[in-house]
């Protein structure tokens, strides 16, 4: 059972960065998926960022491109998320996703992931 485990999370001024680690409990391989949602109160859950193993692309969401990047660490088993940029809106719990498999479309799908970690808060403070 692979179990993702999120770090990085904080508090953060308007403007700010923050940098999100998502390791996972064994190595990912080629067409696995693994993603960065957020889920904030009142809202529903949220893809942000991810991208399928092997496949030399990432995904963002339209809301933080140009402000959040995606990429895997030297370990194949890390998946990191760098927030410039930061507003309020980016308040929210963050969790680490993993699939075995996705198709490329639905990377930033939510329900297409079949194991969560724990989640890490970043707030994002005026």
């Known amino acids: 059972q692979v179990q993702p485990v999120e770090s990085g999370g904080g508090s953060v001024q308007v403007g700010g960065s923050l940098t999100l680690t998502c390791t996972t409990s064994?190595?990912?391989?080629?067409?696995?998926?693994m993603g960065w949602f957020r889920h904030a109160p009142g809202k529903e859950r949220e893809g942000v960022a991810g991208i399928r193993i092997g496949g030399g692309s990432t995904y963002v969401a339209d809301s933080v491109k140009g402000r959040f990047t995606v990429s895997q660490g030297n370990a194949k088993n890390l998946l990191n998320l760098q927030m410039n940029m930061l507003k309020p809106e980016g308040t929210a719990m963050y969790y680490c996703g993993w699939v075995v498999f996705c198709s490329s479309w639905a990377v930033l799908g939510p329900d297409e992931y079949r194991a969560w970690g724990p989640g890490t808060q970043v707030t994002v403070s005026p």
């Open positions: 064994t190595l990912a391989y080629i067409n696995n998926c």
